[in-house]
């Protein structure tokens, strides 16, 4: 692989998650057997429309024959198109000619079962990312609920998951309150012991809403750890994705073994952008604490162990006045930055609400992004640090490309 070039699985891996997938018979068929996406397919008005709805469910995530994992994105304007079927296999093919094997990620058994006590299995807070199983039993984040002095939410500005809405109400997730509802531990073990039983899941991640105080987030994480480890017979190595917690917490965590990995996601590299993209982590956190707790995880849990989710491209966002060069350049200077704290920064593309009438916003985008991960390879290539695949591997990377450049160099030397 050139320092100039993304190596061709990730090149094509950019390319489909910009252009998306457009809809075709074979598409719709697939999500029939394919792990569910959660946003459904919606025609463009004046689209040609077999299925006679306005929109259909579709797969989740695809595999290239080399395992490449990427998110299926529907949309009507994409040169991408799926063909085949189960019993000869899938294809994506586009309008230049170029047409390639492909999989689905399969809906798992487990997700079509219920717990002791009749509950769908599929919304116990258990979820996949490929080899990676999402544990989420209090989704709820109290920064939707606190205000700036404009009236607007603290909530993270591009987060639109994390509402405390109807989802929290079957997890019995009580605001202000660590604590975890028995009857949700209970259904997510039994959930994630069947997923476990089914095979294929390779690494845990433990994730949840954010609390406004963040030693009680840390003793929830504590309880939400040990209710895993109970279940996780063969010691698959469990991640903590929470916020920046308190020294003492990080010591609970680490000195019971009670996760292998951090995951402390500073989201964007800089106070400035970090004060106005995280306005509820810089208030109850605050940027300094939020590094200062990556060091000290690091201090504990030894480099290479240690991680921070980064939204890569919200810099590009109107309101931040940003160039995609000099937002590329932030970004591999805050990856420095980091790296030299002993955390490693992954960066997951992220998809805009502001500014995509702009024509050339994607293109930007797409410059920013590929910009980004050539000069992070150049600095992980020369440093010796790889993502460990531990925490994060090509099999449930499917919005970062950190693993499949790793996994090219690898193969190429
Ligand atoms: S901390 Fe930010 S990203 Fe996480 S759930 Fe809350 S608002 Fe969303």
């Known amino acids: 692989m050139s320092d100039a070039e993304l190596p061709a699985s990730a090149r094509l891996k950019v390319e489909l998650m910009f252009e998306g997938v457009r809809y075709s018979p074979a598409l719709g068929a697939a999500s029939e057997h394919a792990f569910p996406n959660f946003y459904p397919y919606r025609f463009r008005p004046g689209e040609p429309n077999p299925s006679g709805r306005d929109k259909v469910a579709i797969p989740y995530l695809m595999t290239l024959r080399d395992g490449t994992l990427i998110r299926v994105k529907g949309s009507a304007d994409s040169p991408w198109r799926v063909e085949g079927d ?33 509950f769908p299995m599929a919304q116990a807070g258990v979820s996949l990312h490929g080899d990676m199983a999402v544990i989420n039993i209090a989704p709820g984040c109290e920064y939707f609920l606190s205000r700036a002095q404009d009236g607007d939410s603290l909530r993270c500005t591009f987060c639109a998951y994390g509402a405390p809405n109807e989802r929290i109400k079957h997890f019995e997730q009580r605001i202000g309150e660590a604590g975890l509802a028995s009857i949700a531990v209970s259904r997510m073990q039994q959930t994630l012991t069947a997923a476990l039983d089914e095979g294929g899941i390779r690494h845990i991640y433990l994730v949840g809403g954010s609390m406004t105080d963040w030693d009680q987030e840390g003793a929830r ?10 279940v996780n017979d063969h010691r698959l190595p469990v991640a903590c994705g929470s916020g920046a917690l308190p020294e003492a917490r990080l010591d609970r965590l680490h000195g019971d073994g009670l996760v292998d990995q951090i995951c402390f996601n500073l989201e964007v590299w800089s106070e400035a952008l970090f004060a106005r993209v995280c306005p509820g982590k810089q208030r109850y956190v605050g940027y300094d604490r939020w590094l200062r707790a990556l060091e000290q995880a690091a201090s504990r849990f030894g480099r290479g162990n240690v991680y921070s989710a980064m939204v890569a491209g919200i810099e590009l966002e109107p309101e931040h006045e940003m160039t995609w060069e000099q937002a590329a350049a932030l970004g591999v200077d805050g990856a420095v930055q980091l790296l030299n704290r002993g955390a490693i920064p992954v960066y997951s593309l992220y998809w805009p609400t502001g500014g995509r009438d702009h024509p050339d916003y994607f293109s930007r985008l797409q410059h920013y992004f590929e910009a980004l991960n050539l000069g992070y390879a150049r600095i992980r290539r020369e440093r010796g640090i790889r993502i460990s695949e531990r925490f994060l591997t090509h099999r449930s990377a499917y919005m970062q490309l950190e693993c499949d450049i790793d996994r090219a160099e690898v193969a190429g030397a």
């Open 221 to 230: 994480f504590i309880a939400l750890a040990g209710a895993v480890q109970q």
């Open 86 to 118: 189960r019993t000869v296999g899938y294809r994506i093919e586009s309008d230049d000619g170029r047409s390639l094997p492909i999989a689905f990620e399969p809906l798992p058994a487990w997700m079509q079962g219920k717990t002791d006590d009749g």
